[in-house]
């Protein structure tokens, strides 16, 4: 408990919620962080290892998240303890029984997130219905099958044309991942003119100068094949895919996979982060003084959580892809903005873009953070 309240400062958290309830072997937290903008949204992420103080620190994030994606919400998050694989039966009984024990606490919304997933947000609705990230039979709109977030970061990308020597017309593009954001991103780019000729996957990468066929390679990727069975192009391994030469570098996998140790193997333009924290600080740095953009991780990648606000809202697919095109167009414009006249990173830029939104609205407030 000491450890939370070392973390607590002028912003939060304004709740920390234990829940036990040993008849069903039910541990969890919650943190609601901040409200000031709204009702706080966040994941319940369920996993053996998790922690109370983990959970503050995501709560933090969804804080600022949700203020620079621009949403009316707070950011809160929740974690269960326990093996996400365990039988279903169990789990739904933990899901369902967390969120009985949290019916009250209206400033927090569950939605998905590591070890839950839409099914176990279906459980959430039929027991007390504050909650997103639905199966789409329940009203939910599936922001993986229809590339909410790869359509923004195509947006971040439209507008960094205007704070960097780039044309997204013959643009070379380099995708490291190519999951549901990497996929899309590189789709929706490709529709406007892109070119890609480097992509990766969790076994290796393809590479081509010429170019490769998207629609080969999704259609390939969902027969369940790797991205390295794709002809024609040169197989390379998976570290290989940060020497590509590019216009646009595009990290959609794994956090951390640019260090102070491999940051100067990039040769680039242009960095659109679509994977959560792929660029360490020092490296992103790097990337300020060699005058490569790098457009940060929770700017780029808003379109899931734009998303998910949405679906909150009752609203479907069309509102959902005509905010997040809105809200990251603008939000990108003032991050880069502010970056450019202040000389300073893109993300702090964007961060104090966000704390500047939270305390705004905390402004507003008798009581400062609810
Ligand atoms: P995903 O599981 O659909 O795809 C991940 C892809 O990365 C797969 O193709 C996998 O083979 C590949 N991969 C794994 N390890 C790799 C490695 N070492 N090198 C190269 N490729 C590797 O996941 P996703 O939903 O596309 O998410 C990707 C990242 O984006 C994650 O960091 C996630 O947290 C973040 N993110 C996702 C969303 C979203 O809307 N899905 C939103 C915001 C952030």
Same mark, same amino acid.
């Given at each position: 408990?000491?450890?939370?309240?070392?973390?607590?400062?002028?912003?939060?958290?304004?709740?920390?919620?234990?829940?036990?309830?040993?008849?069903?072997?039910?541990?969890?937290?919650?943190?609601?962080?901040?409200?000031?903008?709204?009702?706080?949204?966040?994941?319940?992420?369920?996993?053996?290892?998790?922690?109370?103080?983990?959970?503050?620190?995501?709560?933090?994030a969804?804080?600022?998240?949700?203020a620079?994606?621009?949403?009316?919400?707070?950011?809160?998050?929740?974690?269960?303890?326990?093996?996400?694989?365990?039988?279903?039966?169990?789990?739904?009984?933990?899901?369902?029984?967390?969120?009985? /024990?949290?019916?009250?606490? !209206?400033?927090? #919304?569950?939605? %998905?997130?590591?070890?839950? &997933?839409?099914?176990?947000? @279906?459980? $959430?609705?039929?027991?007390?219905?504050?909650?997103v990230?639905?199966?789409?039979?329940?009203?939910?709109?599936?922001?993986?099958?229809?590339?909410?977030?790869?359509?923004?970061?195509?947006?971040?990308?439209?507008?960094?044309?205007?704070?960097?020597?780039?044309?997204?017309?013959?643009a070379?593009?380099?995708?490291?991942g190519?999951?549901?954001?990497?996929?899309?991103?590189?789709?929706?780019?490709?529709?406007?003119?892109?070119?890609?000729?480097?992509?990766?996957?969790?076994?290796?990468?393809?590479?081509?100068?010429?170019?490769?066929?998207?629609?080969?390679?999704?259609?390939?990727?969902?027969?369940?094949?790797?991205?390295?069975?794709?002809?024609?192009?040169?197989k390379?391994?998976?570290? /290989?895919?940060?020497?590509? !030469?590019?216009? #646009?570098?595009? %990290?959609?996998?794994?956090? &951390?996979?640019?260090?102070? @140790?491999? $940051?100067?193997?990039?040769?680039?333009?242009?960095?659109?982060?679509?994977?959560?924290?792929?660029?360490?600080?020092?490296?992103?740095?790097?990337?300020?003084?060699?005058?490569?953009?790098?457009?940060?991780?929770?700017?780029?990648n808003?379109?899931?959580?734009?998303?998910?606000?949405?679906?909150?809202?009752?609203?479907?697919?069309?509102?959902?892809?005509?905010?997040?095109?809105?809200?990251?167009?603008?939000?990108?414009?003032?991050?880069?903005?502010?970056?450019?006249q202040?000389?300073?990173?893109?993300?702090?830029?964007?961060?104090?873009?966000?704390?500047?939104?939270?305390?705004?609205?905390m402004?507003?407030?008798?009581?400062?953070?609810?």
């Open positions: 408990m000491n450890d939370i309240f070392k973390l607590a400062d002028d912003l939060g958290p304004l709740k920390v919620i234990h829940v036990h309830e040993p008849g069903i072997g039910l541990k969890g937290a919650l943190v609601v962080d901040n409200v000031a903008r709204g009702p706080s949204v966040g994941g319940v992420r369920m996993a053996a290892d998790v922690s109370t103080e983990e959970c503050a620190r995501l709560a933090r969804m804080t600022f998240k949700n620079a994606a621009d949403l009316q919400h707070g950011g809160g998050k929740a974690v269960l303890w326990g093996d996400p694989k365990m039988p279903k039966q169990q789990k739904e009984t933990l899901i369902r029984g967390f969120c009985c /024990a949290l019916r009250e606490v !209206e400033q927090y #919304i569950f939605a %998905p997130d590591m070890g839950t &997933d839409e099914e176990c947000m @279906g459980w $959430v609705k039929d027991e007390i219905g504050r909650v990230g639905l199966p789409r039979e329940l009203g939910g709109i599936p922001l993986d099958e229809i590339g909410a977030t790869g359509f923004g970061l195509s947006h971040a990308v439209d507008v960094a044309q205007d704070f960097c020597d780039l044309k997204i017309e013959g070379r593009i380099v995708v490291q190519f999951g549901a954001v990497g996929k899309h991103a590189t789709k929706f780019l490709c529709e406007a003119g892109a070119i890609p000729v480097a992509i990766s996957d969790s076994t290796g990468t393809i590479h081509n100068p010429d170019g490769l066929d998207v629609d080969a390679l999704i259609a390939s990727k969902s027969a369940g094949k790797s991205v390295t069975e794709y002809v024609p192009g040169e390379l391994d998976g570290d /290989a895919i940060i020497d590509i !030469e590019c216009d #646009i570098w595009i %990290p959609a996998a794994r956090p &951390d996979v640019i260090h102070e @140790g491999n $940051v100067n193997r990039l040769n680039t333009k242009l960095i659109v982060q679509g994977a959560n924290i792929p660029i360490t600080y020092a490296a992103e740095k790097a990337l300020h003084q060699k005058g490569i953009l790098n457009i940060p991780d929770f700017i780029a808003a379109g899931g959580v734009i998303c998910a606000a949405t679906e909150y809202q009752g609203a479907g697919e069309v509102a959902a892809f005509t905010a997040i095109e809105e809200k990251l167009r603008r939000n990108t414009r003032e991050v880069l903005q502010t970056a450019l202040d000389q300073i990173l893109p993300r702090d830029a964007a961060l104090a873009m966000a704390r500047r939104r939270v305390e705004q609205a402004s507003y407030r008798r009581w400062h953070i609810f």
